[in-house]
């Protein structure tokens, strides 16, 4: 399965979203803030990550600008995981390259079809179809 950083400010939003990857045999990391990110995703070489953007210290944009300039983690797909559903929140998000989003609160499948669609590229096929 897949090593999968999960980014959050609030602790029971990490311990939920993990427990729904670890069920689904994912290896799950954890990040409380934009900080942490940059030397866990290279150090645990990391496949996907589950973004908030709404941090303090360093917001979910900024992890983006970090993560797309730096070869080592550029590549790294982004799922934003958000309160802020407003459009324009969302279209920045795109603009730095994320993959999809998924608002809070969410239903457990919601997470987990769309870990499935970043994984394997499914969102690629129904984007093509």
């Known amino acids: 399965m897949a090593r999968i950083l999960v980014v959050d400010d609030e602790e029971d939003i990490r311990e939920a979203l993990t427990e729904i990857l670890e069920d689904e ?3 799950v990391f954890e990040a409380e803030n ?7 995703a290279v150090s645990a ?4 990550i589950l973004l908030d953007m709404a941090m303090p210290e360093m917001t ?15 590549r790294i797909p ?5 309160g802020l559903g407003r459009p324009e929140h969302l279209d920045n ?3 730095l390259g994320t993959i999809d989003y ?3 609160p969410w239903a457990e499948n919601e ?8 994984l394997n590229g499914k969102r690629d096929e129904v984007a093509a179809s």
């Open 111 to 118: 997470v987990q079809m769309r870990v499935e669609w970043a």
């Open 60 to 74: 979910g944009f900024t992890v983006m600008e970090e993560l797309n300039n730096d070869q080592q983690t550029a």
């Open 78 to 82: 982004v799922i934003v995981v958000t």
């Open 102 to 104: 998924i608002n809070k």
């Open 45 to 48: 070489r990391i496949d996907l």
């Open 25 to 27: 045999g994912h290896d």
């Open 93 to 95: 998000a795109r603009t």
């Open 34 to 40: 934009g900080l942490e990110v940059m030397a866990m």
